[in-house]
């Protein structure tokens, strides 16, 4: 059973503080009623720090705030908000736990974009018919132009925010001792922050991601 001691309360509880900050301050119209924001790159942080079931907390914890401050959705939102998060960043940081190094993040974080994606297609097929008082149907003929490619831009955008976050976020907790320092398989890396190709891909992939985000919205 984890040791779940004073100092690690309190790493959860800034990173829980940090991802409702980003959810609440950074609320982006993407496509429809859909939009994007960032709280998920804290999600998967707190997960490849600490592992799936911190973040599972984590999210919840996140989840049941923003359900009683900002969100105008009630349980409904915090259902779908928690499998939203839950399904990208639990998987991510399962799989990295199993492989910590970059290429166990960049697949973890890969394949966590891909289930996210494909189980908030069958969600929001099942949930949004009944938040959004619309026919089923309606719904159905949204999936694939909407809900697929909104998901599939957020999760990658949210893979590669964490890909560029990461390093300068664990090594600032490191140095306020709120984190545990690096084990093995990860010192290796710890004379640079980031990556020169991390930080490259990672910028190139967020570009990216906003472009088509802008175009979604008709923006461009």
């Not at 924001?37 to 705030?65: M, Q, Y």
């Not at 996210?116 to 149907?137: D, E």
């Not at 290796?188 to 891909?201: A, E, F, N, Q």
Request: charged share 15%.
């Amino acid at each position: 059973m984890k040791k779940y001691d004073t100092k690690r309360i309190v790493t959860l509880g800034l990173m829980a503080a940090l991802a409702f900050a980003a959810v609440a301050l950074i609320r982006i119209p993407a496509v429809s009623f859909l939009k994007y924001e960032p709280k998920d790159v804290l999600l998967a942080i707190t997960g490849f720090l600490f592992g799936p079931i911190d973040a599972l907390i984590v999210t919840v914890v996140v989840s049941l705030v923003e359900m009683v401050s900002i969100s105008t959705t009630g349980p409904i939102g915090l259902l779908m908000n928690v499998i939203s998060s839950c399904s990208f960043v639990c998987i991510a940081a399962a799989l990295y736990q199993k492989k910590r190094t970059l290429k166990g993040a960049v697949i973890g974080l890969g394949i966590g974009v891909v289930i996210m994606t494909a189980i908030m297609i069958l969600w929001n097929y099942l949930i949004t018919p009944i938040y959004q008082g619309v026919p089923r149907s309606v719904v159905a003929g949204m999936l694939v132009p909407v809900f697929l490619p909104f998901n599939l831009v957020k999760g990658t955008l949210n893979a590669a925010l964490t890909m560029l976050l990461y390093k300068p976020v664990v090594e600032t907790l490191r140095k306020a001792k709120l984190a545990p320092q690096s084990e093995h398989a990860e010192q290796s890396t710890g004379k640079t922050l980031i990556k020169p190709s991390v930080l490259i891909v990672s910028i190139f992939v967020i570009a990216s991601c906003i472009l088509i985000f802008l175009a979604m919205s008709g923006k461009i």
